[in-house]
Each structure stands twice: as structure tokens, then as C-alpha cells.
């Protein structure tokens, strides 16, 4: 079969079998490629037009029970000045975001034990209150179904939690043993039923991931019908046990974005903040692959450099809520423009099968 016409199924279907998703994850026909990218970036054009919405991304605290072996705030990194952001310091975020024009507030960091929950459900209630036209997201890692209801009813809308690899013994090669799969996946089924728009996603090249497993990683996308996907290349982060490992590439990240796209149309997709600090266009290339959503960098300038998750780390320029102009401007260079409104699923608009 002509390797064209595998885009044509995948946009046509909506899924491809293993060996077919295998064959577009690994060819070298650059026609073939650049075909996926073309008609992944007309069907995102399809459902959201050129706008790209905004999410002001802050990032609450890098303390962290876990001990994730690629991540550079893991609880074992000894290197980390470690800090959380006062409710007051993240309202001080949102307004400053808010006046900029951003109508979705993402609150990341690392994972804390649910005796805190209380303190981020007051945070919500808060942002809830306060800013009652915008998007509230989290992504603040595992917790119990108790914890993402209480979150719920506070007002959080969406919650963002990478799979990273559905492959069990990937995942245990990633994580450390009192982690698993089974619990991640546990989570985003909770997530699901308690009514959160839900994120997942994964790390794109990370140490051990084979084609194979992003066949499976795929297909379980395909599946979960998340409404965002979150996808980045992997950067070593020079104290953490996988630091010596390559990164992850553009161009099987972008070659994900355009798969997923023809997979799940209304998908928000985000260019990574990970993709772009890859590469100088890789915002870009990322948008032209079929992605409709970057991340901002909102947190307070001072505590930026010490939510290193990898190495070198974007949070300038275009990855801060600051360069707005500057990303505005780039994303003029191709046609397109940034998108102010909140920025929801568009989950009338495709049935699923
Ligand atoms: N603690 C939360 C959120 C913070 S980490 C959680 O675990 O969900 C957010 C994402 O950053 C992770 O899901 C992971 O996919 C990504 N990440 C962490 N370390 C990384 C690295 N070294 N390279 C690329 N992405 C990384």
C-alpha cells in the first residue's frame, strides 16, 4: 500500500491498525512526512481555524514526593532550591495574566501528598471566585478520587496527567517501584468520570521508548479520547539518573502531533515549551504540524529557573506571558494569530465512532 494513502485512512478513519501506525512513525520519505503535516494542520485549521489558544502557565511549587527518573525536580535531586508559591503570589500571577488578555490558568508542580489538598482547594475556590470567566487546569500528578472532587467542586475545570508510556515495563523503567501504571491510568479514569477536561500525553524519545511502544501509546490515545494531549520530546536534565541519555526529536514529536490530530480532530493540542526549547522553530513547527495551544510561562520571574524539569528549559521570550508580542508576532510569520478566548473542547463538533 502506498504510504499516502495511510495518511488518507488515518484522516478518513480515524485510526490505523499497529503495523501501519508503525510504518508512518518510521518512514524516511520526506514527501510522506510533509503530506501528514499538511493535511493534520488542515483538519486543526477545520475545527479551530488559525487561532491558537493561550494557557498562562504557572508553576505552584517543585517540591515533590516523586521520584520520576527523568524529571529534574524529583525528590532525590539534592541540587534543587526548593520553593512554593504563596496564594497570594499565584493571585498576583493570574492578574498579571488576566490583564494580558490569558482566560486559562494552568497550576503545575510537583506531586504533594493529599494532607495538602485543602491548601490548593482554597487556591481554586479563590481563582474561581475571582476570575469566574476563565479556565482553571491542574497538574499536580496522582492523587485520590476524593482529592480530584474536592478540586472538581472547587471549580477546576480541566486536569493535565501524562500517561508517559503505556507500556507497563517502560513505565517501571521511567518511574521508581512504588509507582505504576496501573495507578496512572487508575487516575485518568477518575479524572474522566468526575466530568475534568483531561490531558494526557507523553515524554517523546525518552530512554528505552521504542516504536513499539508508541504504536501503543497511539492507539491507547485513540481509546482514552482525552481532550488534550500533551505531547514533548524528552531533555536530559543533568542531575537525575537518565541525564546522560539523548533527547527526544522534533521531528517524531511533530510526526505525533500530525497523527493525533487525524486521530482526534478537536484534540487541544499544545506546542511544548520541551519542543521549543529543542529548537528555535520548534513552537512553530509544532503549530504547523496540526498543534492549537502553547503554555506561556506565568509564574513569578525569579522562581522560573528553579522549576527545572530539563535542561535549558525555555521560559523567555516567547515561553513567557511577557513575550506575547514577540510570540504573536512569530505566529504571524505563518499565517497565524493568537486565539483570547478560554478556549474549550469542541466536543460537539466530532462524533465519535
Ligand atoms: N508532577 C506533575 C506535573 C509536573 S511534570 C505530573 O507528574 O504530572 C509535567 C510533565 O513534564 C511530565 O508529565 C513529563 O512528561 C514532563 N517532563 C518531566 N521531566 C521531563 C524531561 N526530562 N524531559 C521532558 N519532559 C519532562
Not at 485512512?9 to 480515524?14: D, K, T, W
Not at 501524562?162 to 496501573?182: D, F, I, K, Q, V
Request: glycine share 8%; with cysteine; proline share 4%.
Amino acid at each position: 500500500m502506498l504510504m499516502k494513502t495511510l495518511v488518507d485512512i488515518l484522516e478518513a478513519n480515524h485510526r490505523l491498525d499497529n503495523d501501519q501506525l508503525a510504518a508512518l512513525l518510521t518512514t524516511n520519505d520526506h514527501q510522506v512526512v510533509g503530506y501528514l503535516c499538511r493535511r493534520a494542520r488542515a483538519v486543526a485549521q477545520e475545527q479551530y481555524g488559525t487561532g491558537i489558544y493561550l494557557r498562562g502557565l504557572i508553576e505552584l511549587s517543585n517540591v515533590c514526593r516523586n521520584d520520576c527518573l527523568y524529571c529534574g525536580i524529583r525528590r532525590s535531586n539534592r541540587h534543587v532550591d526548593r520553593y512554593t508559591l504563596t496564594p497570594e503570589q499565584v493571585m498576583g500571577c493570574c492578574e498579571q495574566g488576566y490583564q494580558l488578555g490569558f482566560r486559562t490558568f494552568v497550576l503545575q508542580g510537583g506531586e504533594w501528598g493529599d494532607e495538602r489538598a485543602q491548601w490548593v482547594a482554597d487556591i481554586v475556590s479563590d481563582m474561581r471566585r475571582r476570575w469566574s470567566d476563565c479556565a482553571i487546569t491542574l497538574s499536580l500528578g496522582e492523587h485520590s478520587r476524593e482529592v480530584y472532587a474536592l478540586w472538581r467542586q472547587c471549580g477546576a475545570d480541566r486536569y493535565l496527567l501524562r500517561h508517559e508510556t503505556h507500556n507497563a515495563a517502560h513505565y517501571a523503567r521511567l518511574h521508581p517501584a512504588e509507582m505504576s501504571l496501573a495507578q496512572r491510568l487508575q487516575c485518568l479514569d477518575w479524572l474522566k468520570e468526575l466530568g475534568y477536561q483531561v490531558g494526557t500525553g507523553i515524554m517523546v524519545g525518552s530512554p528505552g521508548q521504542t516504536i513499539a511502544h508508541l504504536v501503543e501509546d497511539v492507539q491507547f490515545i485513540g481509546q482514552f479520547r482525552p481532550h488534550m494531549v500533551g505531547l514533548g520530546p524528552f531533555i536530559a536534565q543533568h542531575d537525575t539518573p537518565l541525564g546522560d541519555q539523548p533527547n527526544g526529536t522534533v521531528d517524531m514529536t511533530t510526526r505525533l502531533y500530525s497523527i493525533i490530530r487525524l486521530m482526534l480532530p478537536t484534540a487541544l493540542i499544545p506546542s511544548t515549551t520541551a519542543l521549543a526549547t529543542l529548537s528555535p522553530q520548534g513552537r512553530l513547527q509544532g503549530i504547523l504540524a496540526g498543534a492549537n495551544v502553547v503554555m506561556p510561562n506565568l509564574s513569578p520571574a525569579d522562581q522560573r529557573a528553579n522549576y527545572a524539569l530539563y535542561d535549558g528549559k525555555a521560559s523567555a521570550g516567547a515561553e513567557a506571558a511577557e513575550g506575547l508580542r514577540q510570540l504573536e508576532a512569530q505566529l504571524h510569520t505563518i499565517g497565524y494569530h493568537i486565539d483570547w478566548s478560554r478556549g474549550d473542547h469542541n466536543s460537539s463538533a466530532f462524533a465519535p465512532h
